[in-house]
């Protein structure tokens, strides 16, 4: 976690790098002066995460001469135990962990306090082009929930934004997966849009101001219906 949140964080709270970075990168690491540390300590305003999915890290020392960000990190992930490491699996593949998400909220609050968090990308990916998409709508929930949980155990999340308005072309997968929750028909030139059930859904939920928070009243997407 140094390696992929503490480098980023710690300096912006301690004014330094973790030691951990320190100890293993040691002279390939730059240092703060005394004034670049005073100058960069509390300057955070909020920390901005992108979620999609969990991963499982087991030790793998790096055999190569050579030393880099990977190699210093010395582990192997996968997005689960018989899954192929990360970064080679099909985006459509990945599989949910709302649960992931949550710890990785309250880790955030243990290590560095109080400042304000924003998910700032999660989305789920699909390989058709259906409108009822009902798996979407699921995923929305479980990760909804599980903000939710983590805001009630005293992380201070302030904001969720889903991934994504409309379908694009994703970095990973180009145009084999859809993330949006409109349908965006890419085979017209005129590329036109359509509501699936999750744009419904979403809109309906977030309309309902007085109990938004309350998630567990507002997830029933029965008669809702995709395209109207």
Same mark, same amino acid.
């Given at each position: 976690?140094?390696f ?8 912006l ?6 030691e951990?970075?320190?100890k293993i990168v040691g002279?390939?690491?730059?240092s703060?002066?005394r004034?670049?540390s ?7 305003d909020f920390i901005?995460?992108?979620y ?6 087991s030790?793998?020392p790096?055999?190569?001469g ?5 190699a210093?990190?010395?582990?192997s992930?996968k997005?689960s135990?018989t899954d ?8 459509t ?6 649960e992931?998400l949550q710890h990785?909220? $309250?880790y ?9 968090i !924003? %998910?700032?990308e999660n989305?789920h @990916?699909s390989? &058709?082009?259906t $409108? ?10 479980? !990760? %909804?929930r599980?903000?939710?949980? @983590?805001l009630r &155990?005293g992380?201070?999340v302030k904001?969720y ?8 072309f994703e970095y990973?997968?180009g ?12 085979d017209?030139?005129?590329?036109p849009?359509?509501?699936?059930l999750s744009?419904?859904w979403?809109s ?13 009243n507002?997830?029933n ?8």
């Amino acid at each position: 976690m140094d390696f992929k949140f503490g480098w980023i964080l710690e300096p912006l709270t301690s004014g330094d790098y973790p030691e951990t970075m320190k100890k293993i990168v040691g002279s390939r690491l730059p240092s703060f002066t005394r004034i670049q540390s005073e100058a960069i300590i509390g300057t955070a305003d909020f920390i901005g995460i992108n979620y999609y999915y969990s991963i499982y890290v087991s030790n793998c020392p790096s055999d190569k001469g050579v030393r880099n960000y990977p190699a210093d990190m010395s582990i192997s992930s996968k997005t689960s135990k018989t899954d192929p490491p990360a970064g080679k699996a099909p985006a459509t593949s990945f599989p949910s962990d709302p649960e992931g998400l949550q710890h990785v909220l $309250l880790y955030l609050k243990e290590a560095w306090g109080d400042i304000p968090i !924003y %998910i700032q990308e999660n989305g789920h @990916a699909s390989s &058709n082009d259906t $409108l009822d998409d009902t798996d979407r709508v699921d995923y929305m929930k479980s !990760y %909804i929930r599980s903000a939710l949980a @983590a805001l009630r &155990n005293g992380a201070n999340v302030k904001g969720y934004f889903f991934w994504s308005f409309v379908d694009v072309f994703e970095y990973l997968s180009g145009y084999q997966s859809q993330y949006g929750l409109y349908r965006v028909d890419f085979d017209d030139e005129a590329r036109p849009r359509q509501a699936r059930l999750s744009a419904r859904w979403y809109s309906a939920f977030l309309k309902n101001k007085n109990n938004g928070i309350h998630v567990q009243n507002e997830l029933n997407y029965t008669g809702l219906r995709a395209g109207q």
